[in-house]
């Protein structure tokens, strides 16, 4: 689960404050409204869970009484458009092996606990930019680990072992694994 | 030496990257944590390396591991190596990693002052956003006061996207170094005008949120946002500022009137913004939200808000539920818990229905019950909602109907028909018997109809209800009130027999306590048997006397002399301590080392007598409940709205000739309850409240015609009191009697609240306008 950390907090109980809020979404009614009022773990009642179900997402955001409710349940649309937008058709795996850029986008959005952008042609824009600036100090130093990259992200099909044709037996030697 | 590098960058190429680290881990689930420790060992040997990329990547992989719970702090050094890159990209990597891991006791984190100074002022707007964005999340009070100067002087750099930013980590920077509001302030207040409408809308935020735990220093900023709020049109700096006049109109109440128009036009005009549907009802619901914290008695909004809480209603959300609780007077209680109850009957599932009968209580018991008119017509509510099934909130309806009954006396004789009732068919509520369920409400069935026993019609019914063998079903505290309170009414039948002469009677009602209570001497619950128990030999021993005829009710009935009146939750803590007690003086000689363990330590009390102040009034003779019983007869006679208990339909039922010889089984159903033979639907008391009103007002109209006529010559003006009726007008049709809880005599009237001495919003409290 991807979490990004406002507050201080110790390792453990931001461990378990995870634990405590994927248990209470998961356990959530789909009829009932998307608004849990917070127990004394995320730190008392003056604290909100509010939540989204996307497909096989779950995207809450923990917010105090100063925000609007509505407002972030927009933020939290606004949010997935954006991960689409950056992404391409965005899916689950995106999200899992891409965190760090999950992160950026949400940096952009998000300073300090307070709500930075909410247009996402303006958030796209930032993170457009920011992408193109990595891409030129990568520069030519980058390309083989590009590659090395691209051929392990490529889904190779099993090769046999033996090939026969006709009276030909190719042997193939096992090549090294990238696992 | 060259041959090394290339070698080098070869190896450096198989390097995971956080994509190998993923894929790695989601294909060892068995034996992730092993694997995991491999990957931190490769990540160490990484990070030895002079490589900058090397030293990045490795960093990257350690902000995954962190999130998966696993500790980096050990790392921190490298973190800000990896921070000092010149490469924006690992720059931003070593700031994520410190914005997800590093925090006040990290000890290298003043090793980053400089760094964030030298990046706060780079070129890049890039690499400052990214120093900013990290800072927010670690800032310690000491980075605070180094670096408040940079970031005050960021809030007027030329790019709108850092001065988004530095306005928005300013308010980190306040909260940590509080010493930084007053220089700060006056440039936080530029902001509100700036050009960019997100920096615009970033000042507004941090201003509302200072503003929010102190706005008697913001009060000075109202016209300012006044004119924000009138020529805004983003959605998001609307709903701040609305919700900041909620946090100021209350310390200025001018500035309530002044908001009704703009407010009101707001509502009106928010039909433009397509898509958002979202957005147009959190402005509408906070514009009419901070309306009724400003004006309560405006006919107008009283109009705009029945339509929206029918528009709310079917929104199941709990926004929509908790502004009804704001809307609510006396004038439409009535109304709004009608349709209130019309959804509870509708919702499936039990959590909303749950939600709703919770809200319907706390809009009827609020301020000690000040917008109900007729309490009748709350008992019956409360009855109706005894019907739901599955409800985890019994304990609630049950306390409700203990406090209505025992405040509002004038009430008394009907609820204690109402529960007479509900003991008759408690069979049809005993079948829910888990915790908090609905068959809670017996407990206060019973207690109530033992406490004020003397209302009841046909209290050998009732006794014979609560004796019956189902009730050994009920869950142990239930049947323990029931045991108690069977006693009490046994003891005012047995006195009305005994009045009347009629002995006989009173041995049979003796002799059937005797049959039936054995039946709960075997109760499983220890506080039933003990009662149970009890009871059982007094009653023995009054069978004995009753045989030698000795008159016996007097005494039985001064057991439970006395009224049990609410208690103030703070009486304990008020009992004064009596003078010359000094509760820090030693008692003995202070103990010297070779103290014996087994003494036992010397408690303390307070004086005994401060208890007895607390307990029951002296006992009221037997005169004094003559005489009540008599006054209150007068009161039912003279009470139009009384109703004269039907005889129930089991009863008919039970005489129609030729049935007798049925039996009556009892069958376990489950399906909706229905309590029979309740005289009235609560609908009716609405229509009913609605003719009691006219009535009371056209007696005020016809005294002040009266009074008119009396004054020679003079203009008055008519008050048409048709649309403008306030809530003072009405008056309820029966009065709560007990308000004031009990205290203990010479209790200290106020006390302070515990304030937390290490707020940090307090020292957020400055006086800005100097």
Redesign the interface.
Known sequence: ???K??L?AS?ER??QIIRVTFHLVSKH?E???N?LEGGLLIGGSDNKLIYRHYATFYFVFCVDS?E????I??LIQVFVETLDKCFENVCELDL?????KV??IV?EMV????????NMN?IVT?ID??NK??KS??GLAGA??WA??AV??MNLPEIPRNINIGDISIKVRNLPS?? | MALKMVKG?ID???DK????L???I??HKEDEAKYISQCIDEIKQELKQDNIAVKANAV?KL??LQ?L?Y?ISWAAFNIIEVMSAS???FK??GY?AA??CF??GTDVIMLTTNQIRKDLSSP?Q?DTG?A??GL??F?TPDLARDLANDIMTLMSHTKP?IR??AV??M??VFLKYPESLRPAFPRLKEKLEDPDP?VQS?AV??I??LA?RNPKNYLSLAPLFFKLMTSSTN??VL?KII?LFGALTPLEPRLGKKLIEPLTNLIHSISVFGE?M??V??VK??GLLAMSKILKTHPKSVQSHKDLILQCCGL????SLCFVLRQVSKKNLMEIVKKLMIHVDKAE?T??RDELLTKIIDICSQSNYQYITNFEWYISILVELTRLEGTRHGHLIASQMLDVAIRVKAIRMFAVSQMAMLLDNAHLIASNTQRNGICEVLYAAAWICGEFSEHLDEPNQTLEAMLRPKVTTLPGHIQAVYVQNMVKLYASILQQKEQAGEKEAAKEITQMMVERIPQFVQSADLEVQERASCILQLIKYIQKLQIKEVPVAEEVIALFAGELNPVAPKAQKKVPVPEGLDLDAWINEPPSDSESEDEKPRTIFHDEEQRHSRHRQPEIDEEELARRREVRKQEQANNPFYIKSSPSPQKRYQDSPGVEHIPVVQIDLSVPLKVPGMPMGSDQYVKLEEERRHKQKLEKDKKKKKQKKEKKGGKHRRHNSLHTESDEDIAPAQHVDIITEEMPENALPSDEDDKDPNDPYKALDIDLDK
């Open positions: 689960p991807l979490k950390r406002i201080d390792e931001q461990q009614d009829n009932v409204c608004f100063s609007s409710e509505l407002g349940l927009d899992i092996f891409h965190v760090d992160h950026n940096a300073i300090g606990g307070m709500v930075l952008e909410t303006e930032q930019a920011q600036l990595e100090e990568a083989p680990v090395v990259s392990k992200n990238f696992k | 960058s450096r190429m198989f990257n956080l994509q190998d993923v894929r790695g989601r294909n990257c902000t995954y999130m719970g500790d490469k924006f990209t931003r990597i994520l914005s997800q925090h006040e890049n890039y990214v900013l964005t927010s999340c800032v996207y988004k930013k928005l980590i308010y980190k997100g970033a935020n941090v509302c949120e929010r959605n998001w709903i919700k958002k979202y957005f009802f959190a619901y906070l199941r959300t709990s926004i599932g959590t909303y």
